[in-house]
C-alpha cells in the first residue's frame, strides 16, 4: 500500500463540520467535532477509493495543498474553510498466491463473502486488514 494526502476543505456545517475533496467529487464526510471531521475524512475517502477502485475507475493524482479550487467549486464561497491534508492507504497490485485452509473453514469464509457481497478474495484482503489494523 502506498499512502498519498488529499486536500478536504472543511466548513462549518449545522450540528459540526462537513467535509468534502476537490480532488475527488462525490465524495463527502463530517463529524460533530473538527477532529472527528478529520478522522471521518480518511474513513469515507478510503471507502470512496475503494469502490472506485472495484469499478474499475482511476485513482485521481493529489492537488497541492494550495491548488486552485477546480471548475466544480468555482463560485462557491470557501471563505470559513480550512483546507487541511487527509492521507489515505491506497492498495497496490493484486498479486495471486496460493494458499493451504482447512476445507470446512474455506466453505465458512466463502459463505460470509458471499454474505456480504464480496468475492474470497475481498473478504480475505479485508479481514487481513482488519487484523493488522
Same mark, same amino acid.
Given at each position: 500500500m502506498s499512502v498519498r494526502h488529499y486536500v478536504a476543505?472543511?466548513? =462549518?456545517?449545522?450540528?459540526g463540520f462537513g467535509v !468534502?475533496? =476537490?480532488d475527488v =467529487?462525490?465524495?463527502t464526510s463530517a463529524g460533530a467535532t473538527l477532529?472527528?471531521?478529520v478522522r471521518n475524512a480518511g474513513e469515507a475517502l478510503a471507502g470512496h477509493f475503494g469502490l472506485?477502485?472495484?469499478?474499475?475507475d482511476a485513482i485521481p493524482e493529489p492537488s497541492p495543498i494550495n491548488? =486552485?479550487?477546480p471548475?466544480? !467549486?468555482q463560485g462557491e464561497d470557501m471563505g470559513d474553510c480550512v483546507r487541511v491534508l487527509v492521507p489515505v492507504d491506497l492498495p497496490g497490485k493484486a498479486v495471486r498466491v496460493n494458499v493451504l485452509l482447512e476445507?470446512? !473453514? !474455506?466453505?465458512?469464509i466463502d459463505n460470509a463473502a458471499t454474505t456480504r457481497g464480496m468475492t474470497r478474495s475481498a473478504f480475505l484482503a479485508d479481514a487481513a486488514r482488519r487484523a493488522i489494523g
Open positions: 476543505f472543511i466548513e =462549518p456545517a449545522e450540528g !468534502l475533496f =476537490p =467529487p462525490g465524495c477532529d472527528e471531521a472506485m477502485i472495484e469499478d474499475g491548488a =486552485p479550487l471548475d466544480w !467549486l476445507e470446512s !473453514l !474455506l466453505a465458512r
